[in-house]
């Protein structure tokens, strides 16, 4: 360390509270939803090297931190203070921006006519453009189609806004006004910052300021490795899928080879499919990139929550992410969505830890975010679209603990909105808001409950929009003999005979008096639920969370009289089978496994990359319609069929490709 | 001496404020001879605090020359359902929901309390979910019924309750409230059939929307009302035991107080009550005027044994809060705005694994607390550091009550020193100061920036033990220029208490577009509010005289997440839609820097406080001073890298206009003050110490 123990301790607290306070500056001054409601933007210091020493702990976006300046701030040349940059281009600001309608400022602090740090906000605006209104669609195929890139440029020169960039900007806006809102509201944040770092190289002066910046990464880091150290040396193979890519009904693989060497981790993605024709890639650049490295922060800081979050964290992190693959993908793949593929990387790399540290890591949560929207007609031209709830669901069991019921802060930490505001301002009456029961994975520990929002329509002329409905097909996976939680349920008019039940679905129009009903997930289940405690049992019965059968079938416990039964529970346990330790994906992904295997998905992606990139989604396409073709249609969701010779079906083409890859 | 009909004007017996703490019972008793205050420490009895406060009463009064059937009127904070609540350890009770939202308290508002620590568990419901019970009662957003549960029904439910053995039962229905007088139909029906089980109605007690926030204050009000009833009544058996017939009023959240049968029926008002009392004595003293010629713009600083806490006070008037958190629960009754910023006295100092200094958050409390308290504490806190560097008089802690053990906190300093190559105790220990002080001041920029206030335009107002001790020092870090030690300040909550208003806050949720037509329903429903509030005034029994209303409503444009709560006191009560519409825009840009005037604009909440005023306590009023102020002495302080040799006055001894120049060292009976050098300090006429920044450190 290059400071005295006192002045680290004292710098390290100023800068974090500085990035905080440029937040709440930007909160405070910022208008639009995304600012006030779901708080989905940040604000962070970064040192001379363009990634951050200094980032917000308890506002803002928390996955942003491994962020890196530096490619946007060498694009634009020389700086000058009072100079702005800004780009949401995520090939240009190599992964900077994540998606377009984020929009990020850099400005240079200067002391002495020399560049000390950089300030840095970004906010998620509300449209730049593109297909649709909002810029964001999950069936996008091309960023073309997600509104106007724009490279890293000087939006303000020595402290006078760019007119010709403004123009350009609201030209291709459906939301102008309140993007330079935004915009205000992020140079008043950097504005802050550059009082706040003034204020401390007065206070400490220059040397300590830029010898604090260096300590502080440093450690980060040693405190990262510290813990990294605790995972086992090995290599640890894990793979989960998307039920889809939105566009086809074809699951999306990731496949992750976490290599641990003495407390320095890499993170292997080969194996993880072709970027889709759809806007869930992942745009990484290879690089240790926030969507894919947030579950390794996440250990970090569960095991020493006094780790001060900066780019130090993931200094003995390396990625290797094949180029042209979901996670890292090449342009002009769309990436509006990009966060739906980033919530199963986050199960990915909690599958592969999970093997390592098995008694730290948890089951699989309930893996979606889905915010369920109606948008009802009104007397004006524009519809009424009020989100009814963002519906997530539970965490996983782990060691030692159940999971947490009907919450998930994983990816994000946002609060729901309370029915009555709902009902205030829309049409519907919402008939339940509840914990799902019997919906947590069993286990020796129970993985969490989904949550079931279940509710009639009393408007004429609605839609209602269940963006990012996943985990239907495939289960959250249970651990160490933990059962796999209950699948994603959304249907229509429950237990009437107009029951219908959808599978992925973006929009669906309502009548009237039609009753919505959206089940989510359980998240998995830890250990044999044999060994669960009968006691522990019985009060998930009287607190209604696991039916009595459920009780009796799943767990062997038997209850009489609102008591547990020891005799014949004993009887029943020791006829259950017995429960292996491995990941429990559920029979959907068990039978799906059975044509399609890891070993053959392996090499089938082998080969599609050494397809030119344009071919390869084609290629992929045809290879899965060819082998799906006499399969019923509700494969995997049925057990009998006959899959060695749907395997020997794709065994057979993946021996042509890779006779044609390979001449 | 008659209870019902005692009033504190001339004539009337003694008023007594009183702050049961942890440690210590705090009394203030205003004389009813002359006004003079009389300040008095009973060492607190946990298991049951009404011992200390009965006890501490007739101790004060005879330090005072008073019996105990002399005092009139008590008014008394009280930290047992805060206490419950954080514990967990209220009543056993039972909670009713509209059918399908069993899981209310469950679900909460879905958030978790950390993004990134997996391990995190939500916070204890306070009720589990097997004794929520659910029933067919609605109604939708206008307050209409739309499910209306029949006499069977509620027969069914009422011996489930009674069948789960409940100490107390919340009910809530959803949309509530819009018909809180429908939901306590309901109530009543359900009280009717479950004699001996409270049955608190959600929408009666606070008609706000948003039902999980509702039914929290609903469960918390009937989780802490068996506890504060039983302690009510052993303090009233202990009352008349010595003799008073004194009325007893218990301070409120809001800064206020409130009748015995108030603080019974809603004590879930009561919960914060001690920040509160203590806070509001610093913004009536700062409405004194006790800062001169500047705007009266004060933080509050009160630092205790586990941390220290700051509130804003703008003329004379703290800001309320009402979304703050009790025990991990979101709380939405307004409260005086208390917000937390770091280290108290027994905050733990520590090095960690990299060589890094560390305060905190970890404390040894007041057991075994401090190495130099001598009970066992190994590791040394940051009181330890006050005596390693001077700071305080190691004989004269709590005025002389208690003895430190100066050389065992030097040892534990040292061994502090050597792990990070420092030269003795005191540099070790001034560095644990100045790392406890920097994450103050930037708790406190933060807390600040989150309203867009600079610190640089406030007067600091320490209290609390250490308070007084640590508000140079912080003063000092956040750039304020200025420093008001109030006289007595270790008793501060007491005297918070004894000067304290009634006051009551209703509110009515309405969610209406604010066009023609409307202006005329909102003062229907202040008015409504106002007929309320002046009828619980009236049923208080200690009707002070001037009644003031402040009206209040919450406001936002159409389409907006957030409401910005909007005062509407200088409006008359037929003002036009067009002044509503005014006063929001103002406050909007006054918050966000802008207005959108075209933007249709919706009324969401009225909120009304009603305010009884209790006539001010007299100023103290000091002697001016005859020449220079005498130091008892001096002694060693370390301060800003080295040492002092500090004068030492004793505060019984300053006369108003006695000025003098840091480094220097004030002592009183329940804390030290400390000047830093580069600081001037002064006593006004009220005896109110101010250290003024002289030059820029």
């Known amino acids: 360390m290059r400071l005295d123990p006192v002045t680290l301790e004292i710098l390290g ?136 890139q724009i490279p890293p440029v000087k939006l303000v020169r020595k402290g006078r806004m760019n007119a010709d960039v403004e123009l350009l900007f609201r030209a291709n806006s459906r939301t102008p006004d309140a993007n330079m809102g935004d915009i205000r509201a992020m140079l008043a944040a950097l504005a802050t910052g550059r009082r706040r770092v003034e204020g401390l190289i007065a206070q400490h002066g220059v040397g300590a300021f830029l010898a604090g910046q260096a300590d502080l990464l440093d450690y980060a880091a040693e405190k990262a490795r510290r813990v990294l150290r605790r995972v086992p040396d090995g290599v640890y193979r894990f793979s989960d899928f998307l039920d889809d890519d939105a566009v086809t009904s074809l699951p999306v693989r990731l496949a992750l080879a976490l290599t641990v060497r003495d407390g320095t981790v890499t993170l292997d993605f080969t194996g993880t499919d072709p970027q889709v024709a759809a806007a869930m890639n992942v745009p990484s650049h290879g690089e240790p990139h926030a969507w894919l490295t947030l579950r390794v922060l996440a250990l970090v800081n569960t095991l020493d929550p006094t780790a001060p979050l900066n780019r130090g964290l993931l200094r003995h ?116 808001y509840a914990l799902r029961p019997d919906s947590g994975g069993a286990g020796r520990w129970r993985g969490g409950s989904g949550l079931d929002l279940t509710f009639r329509v009393l408007g004429e002329g609605s839609q209602v929009l269940a963006r990012g409905l996943e985990r239907l097909r495939f289960r959250p996976w249970g651990m160490r003999g933990g059962h796999p939680g209950a699948p994603t349920e959304f249907v229509l008019n429950p237990g009437t005979p107009g029951e219908r039940r959808f599978g992925k679905i973006d929009l669906l129009p309502v009548a009237r008096g039609d009753v919505v009903s959206l089940r989510t997930a359980g998240a998995g289940g830890y250990g044999d639920p044999a060994e669960r405690d009968p006691g522990l049992v019985l009060a998930d019965v009287r607190r209604g ?48 496994e059975q044509v399609f295997t890891a070993d053959l998905l392996d090499r089938l992606n082998a080969a599609l990359f050494r397809l030119p990139l344009a071919r390869r989604t084609a290629m992929r396409r045809a290879i899965h319609a060819r082998v799906l073709a006499d399969l019923p249609g509700a494969f995997p969701g049925h057990e009998d069929v006959p899959t060695r010779t749907h395997r020997a079906r794709l065994v057979a083409e993946i021996e042509a490709l890779e006779g044609r890859v390979h001449p | ?127 589990p979910r097997d004794r929520v019970f659910e029933i067919e009662a609605r109604f939708d957003p206008r307050g209409h019924a739309t499910r209306t549960p029949d006499a069977a029904a509620l027969d069914a439910l009422a011996s489930a309750i009674r069948a789960a053995r409940l100490d107390a039962v919340a009910l809530v229905t ?108 610093a913004a009536r003293l700062a409405g004194a005027a006790v800062t001169g010629t500047e705007v009266p713009a004060i933080i509050t600083f009160d630092m205790g044994g586990t941390s220290s806490d700051i509130a804003v006070a703008l003329d004379g008037e703290p800001e309320f809060a009402t979304r703050t958190e009790v025990g991990g629960l979101p709380l ?87 792990r990070i190559g420092l030269d003795g105790a005191a540099p070790a220990a001034a560095g644990a100061l100045a790392v406890a002080t920097a994450g103050m001041a930037t708790e406190l920029f933060k807390t600040l920036a989150q309203r867009g206030l600079d610190p640089a335009d406030f007067t600091l107002v320490p209290f609390g033990g250490a308070g007084p001790t640590h508000a140079n020092l912080l003063a000092q870090e956040a750039g304020i220029a200025r420093v008001v030690v109030p006289p007595a300040a270790g008793t501060f909550c007491a005297l918070g208490a004894v000067s304290a208003d009634l006051r009551r806050d209703f509110v009515r949720s309405l969610r209406t577009p604010l066009e023609a037509g409307s202006a005329g329903r909102l003062a229907a429903t202040f008015a409504a509010l106002a007929g309320e509030g002046r009828a619980w005034l009236e049923g208080e029994g200690r009707f002070a005289g001037d009644v003031r209303l402040q009206r209040a409503a919450d406001m936002r444009y159409a389409g907006q997440a957030y409401e910005l709560r909007v005062g509407l006191d200088h409006l008359p009560d037929d003002a036009p839609e067009a002044a509503f519409a005014e006063a929001f825009h103002l406050e909007h840009e006054r918050v966000y820097g802008f207005r959108d005037a075209s933007a249709p604009i919706q009324v969401t909440t009225l909120r009304l406080a009603v305010i009884g005023r209790t006539p001010s306590l007299p100023l103290p009023h000091l002697p001016a001073a005859q020449g220079d102020p005498v130091p008892r002495g001096t002694r060693p302080v370390y301060l800003a890298g080295r040492w002092h040799e500090a004068a030492v006055f004793d505060r019984a001894t300053l006369a108003a206009g006695h000025a003098f120049a840091g480094p220097a060292v004030v002592e009183q009976e329940d804390t030290t003050v400390i000047v830093l050098p580069g600081w001037g300090a002064h006593l006004d006429q009220a005896g109110n110490l101010h250290l003024i920044r002289s030059a820029r450190a």
């Open chain 2, 332 to 418: 939405v009754l307004p409260v005086v705005a208390v917000s937390a910023i770091g280290a108290g006295g027994g905050s733990i100092v520590w090095i960690d694994d990299h060589g890094v200094l560390k305060v905190g958050p970890r404390s040894a409390g007041a057991d075994p607390g401090p190495v130099a308290y001598g009970r066992g504490g190994r590791e040394p806190t940051v009181t330890d550091a006050y005596l390693a560097t001077g700071l305080i008089d190691p004989s004269r802690f709590l005025g002389g009550r208690m003895t430190l053990d100066r050389g065992a906190a030097e040892a534990a300093l040292a061994g502090i020193a050597a």
């Open chain 1, 317 to 432: 992190v390396a990625i290797v992410a094949p180029k042209g693959s979901l996670v890292n993908p090449e342009h002009p793949a769309a990436v509006g969505v990009r966060h739906a593929a980033a919530i199963r990387v986050n199960d990915l790399l909690n599958g592969a830890l999970g093997l390592a540290l098995p008694e730290t890591m948890p089951a699989a949560s309930s893996g979606l975010v889905v915010p369920l929207v109606v948008a009802e007609a009104t007397e004006e031209a524009a519809p009424n679209v009020q989100v009814v709830e963002p519906m997530i669901g539970g965490t996983g069991a782990r060691y030692g603990a159940d999971g947490v019921d009907g919450r998930d802060s994983g990816i994000s930490n946002l609060a729901n909105n309370p029915v009555e505001t709902v009902e205030a301002e829309v049409g519907i009456e919402v008939l339940r």
């Open chain 2, 174 to 281: 959803v949309n509530g409230y819009a018909a809180p007088e429908a939901e306590g139909a309901i109530a009543d029906a359900l009280q009717a059939r479950c004699a001996g089980i409270a049955v608190t109605s959600a929408a009666r007690i606070w008609p706000e929307i948003r039902e999980y926030e509702r039914t929290l204050v609903a469960c918390l009000n009937a989780y802490i009302q068996p506890l504060m009833q039983g302690y009510f009544a052993r303090l009233a058996s202990g009352l008349a035991e010595i003799g008073t017939g004194a009325q007893v009023f218990v301070t409120a959240s809001n800064g206020g107080s409130m009748s015995l049968d108030s603080a019974v029926a809603r004590p879930v008002e009561t919960i914060l009550s001690g920040p509160a009392s203590g806070v509001m004595a």
């Open chain 1, 13 to 148: 607290n100023k800068v974090a509270a500085a990035a905080e306070e440029m937040c709440f500056t930007l909160q405070r001054t910022g208008r639009t939803l995304y600012v006030k409601e779901t708080a989905d933007f940040a604000c962070a210091l970064a040192g001379l090297d363009g990634t951050f020493f200094a980032y917000p702990r308890s506002i803002g976006v928390s996955g942003f931190v491994a962020l890196d300046c530096l490619p946007a701030i060498a694009a634009v040349g020389e700086l000058e203070p009072g100079d702005v940059v800004l780009t949401n281009d995520p090939y240009r600001s190599v992964g900077l921006a994540t998606h377009l309608p984020d929009l990020h400022l850099i400005e240079p602090y200067f002391h002495d006519g020399r560049i000390v740090a950089y300030g840095w906000a970004f906010v998620h605006c509300s449209d730049v453009g593109g297909r649709v209104p909002s810029s964001i669609s999950p069936v996008n195929h091309e960023i073309f189609q997600e509104g106007l």
């Open chain 1, 545 to 592: 969370l696991v039916s009595a059968e459920a009780a009796r079938a799943v767990y062997g416990v038997v209850l009489a009289d609102g008591a547990v039964d020891a005799t014949e529970t004993a009887r029943l346990r020791a006829d259950l089978p017995p429960r292996g330790p491995a990941h429990d994906h559920g029979r959907e992904r068990a039978t799906y």
């Open chain 2, 1 to 127: 001496m008659s209870g019902t009909t005692a009033r504190h004007g001339a004539g009337a017996g003694a008023r007594v404020g009183i702050d049961v703490g942890g440690t210590f019972t705090d009394f203030v008793l205003s004389h009813p001879a002359d006004g003079r205050l009389v300040h008095y420490k009973e060492p607190s009895t946990p298991d049951d605090p009404a011992r200390a406060v009965v006890r501490g009463l007739v101790n004060c009064a005879a330090k005072a020359g008073l019996a105990p059937g002399e005092v009139s009127l008590l008014l008394h904070g009280t930290t047992i359902g805060l206490n419950a609540i954080i514990q967990r350890a209220g009543a056993r009770i039972g909670l009713v929901v509209t059918t399908g939202f069993r899981d209310i308290l469950e679900i909460a508002r879905s958030r978790m309390p950390s993004s990134f620590d997996f391990h995190a568990r939500k916070e204890e419901p306070l009720v």
